[in-house]
């Protein structure tokens, strides 16, 4: 199989959001993504403020990202299916529930959800950015 | 074999560097960390606990560890890429003590280590992404 | 032979960023994951001499890594991710301005994701890189 999910308990398989792993054939042509805020994702650098005004609500800014994600899936033919890894990084570790809430509604209706890890940390590219969130994707070559 | 240990250069001790080669497929692992495996999200009390210290935190972690990596079919020797966070940098060694403890020194994995924050259960101290090489289905 | 592939989505605005959007790398690639390196020479040295200079440390990590990937036949043209590690998020120009000069003419550049810690892995680091590269295989 190109892209499964590895499961230590496969009867648990809906009880995580998450699956433990997930496996990559080494037929399958891979895409590592940049890491991405909630600015557009073309945006100068150094940043200029006008650009890196950031929403307040992390509900948004998670929607934003995705958002982002899903225009350079699509741009390389690729779908939330095809999504392998999440690296998550939040300033502020009481929003992660949130954070994944939006994050399933993302996959909804998929029957698929990526490895993910997140981590707490101190600050991300712009100010008032909260969440920053990097993929990686892989489909099967043909 | 597929995964195997590559050259780091002339001058210095530099960490090591792995070297992974079709037909290996690669295993993103979720988080690997003190909690159990499968938690509901939001996690329970209970599977949100974690013991106090860096020693039984990292045993639970490295069990998980193993669980994970034997469900695809591997081992420690899969294991090409750790991102080690901790959030007190001065726990790094002991983690690294109790890795060579269960594991061995022989096989090295790629290894980068950095201080945060928090994680995502409080009083959890560390925890690990990993990239791993083995066959797939 | 398929090669990495540098994917921009609007090549127009391509030179705002100094990292890819996403990079595409051919199926049957060989895959290199090196340890992060900070600015120290070696796990063991300690001749004191570690700069405190952000701009120094980059360049001394960068040597660093560029060791590893020429003892493996590589470049930095093999480079497809890192993670920038950093402990004062007001670093990154010039991170980021080192590091452009530092590849000279290439019109390479590796998807990146550049996050603020509170330490790294050795006393005094302020910057960290993490490094994967990969080889397209006939």
Redesign the interface.
Known sequence: ?PI?Q????PA?RN?????????????????????ATAIP??????HIDEECVLPDDIREQTRRILNTFD??LR??GLGWKDV??F?Q?L?D?RE??TV?EVI?DFFAGTDWA????????????APGARL?I?V?AAKP?N | MSITTAQTGRGGHHGAAVKVTGPSGLYFLSGVNPNPVYHSQPLTDAQASVPAGIRDQTELMLSNLVTMLKAGGMGWSSVAKIILYVTDIREATAVRAAIVDRFGDVWQPAYTTVQVDNLVTRGARVQMDVIAAGPTA | MAELELIELDESKAYMLPYAPAIKVPPGSEYYFLSGATEVQTERDDSGDYPDDIREQTLRVLNRHTDVLEANGLTWENVIHVYEFLTDMRDANIVHATMGEFYGDSTWKPANTLIGVNALSTPGARFELDVIAAKAIG
């Open positions: 199989m499964a590895i499961h230590p308990e648990r009880d995580v959001q998450f699956p433990p792993a997930v496996s990559v054939d080494s037929n399958d042509v891979f895409f590592w993504m940049s890491g994702l073309y945006h100068m650098h150094p225009e350079v741009f390389n392998v890894k690296s990084f300033t570790m992660y529930d994944q399933a990526p490895a993910s890890t997140t981590v707490g940390i101190n600050a991300l590219s920053e990097d990686v070559a």
